[in-house]
Nanobody, 118 residues
């Protein structure tokens, strides 16, 4: 059974930093594409970032580029999202998700809430 468990969310002031983690199990993490997707209050899902560690590629939405960094620890089957220079508009529930090899997300975590506020 595929499981994804996020942690690391919380309340942070504008300009601050947080690091989200997602521990994965039930599939071959090191050869899977992984993504972060967020949902702001009252809004739809927004793709944030994806990583394909087996080919050393990562991608970012324009809204987070140069502020967020996605990474993995394949030995621990863990996905990270380092978020710096946080803005109020980054407030959202952040989900990690696994890709199925065809570009679709076929498993999701329960989400972790990030609130950026003074």
């Amino acid at each position: 059974e595929v499981q994804l468990v996020e942690s690391g969310g919380g309340l942070v002031q504008p300009g601050g930093s947080l690091r989200l983690s997602c521990v994965a199990s039930g599939f071959t993490f090191s050869s899977s594409g992984m993504s972060w997707v967020r949902q702001a209050p009252g809004k739809g899902l927004e793709w944030v970032s994806s990583i394909y560690s087996h080919i050393s590629n990562s991608y970012y939405a324009d809204s987070v580029k140069d502020r967020f960094t996605i990474s993995t620890d394949n030995a621990k089957s863990t996905l990270f999202l380092q978020m710096n220079s946080l803005k109020s508009e980054d407030t959202a529930v952040y989900y990690c998700a696994k890709e199925n090899g065809y570009g679709a997300l076929d498993a999701w975590g329960q989400g972790t809430l990030v609130t950026v506020s003074s």
